[in-house]
Nanobody, 120 residues
């Protein structure tokens, strides 16, 4: 069974930084796209950024220049470095991965979510 486990959320002051990690485990044949989404209270879940298996990246306009996504394929882990955080970045952050598991079944998986709060 494939699982994504996130870590690294917390409380930070405006202008501060946080780094999120998300590790995949289980029977995994290949990991394709990985990414991060977020959901603020009362709002729909929105895309933050994605990264392909070849490390091509895509960012929401609201985080360009402040957030950086990266991945370590050997560790089956995706990272999100968040700098110059703003109060409007406050949300639950979810990692995502498209994974080929046992039998080369291709499915989308989600982490459990980690809270990021930006406040003074």
């Amino acid at each position: 069974q494939v699982q994504l486990v996130e870590s690294g959320g917390g409380l930070v002051q405006p202008g501060g930084s946080l780094r999120l990690s998300c590790a995949a485990s289980g029977t995994i044949f290949n990991i394709y796209d990985m990414g991060w989404y977020r959901q603020a209270p009362g709002k729909q879940r929105e895309l933050v950024c994605t990264i392909t298996s070849g490390s091509r990246t895509n960012y929401a306009d609201s985080v360009k220049g402040r957030f950086t996504i990266s991945r370590d394929n050997a560790k089956k882990t995706v990272y999100l470095q968040m700098n110059r955080l703003k109060p409007e970045d406050t949300a639950v952050y979810y990692c995502y991965a498209r994974i080929a598991s046992a039998g080369w079944n291709l499915n989308d998986y989600w982490g459990q979510g980690t809270q990021v709060t930006v406040s003074s």
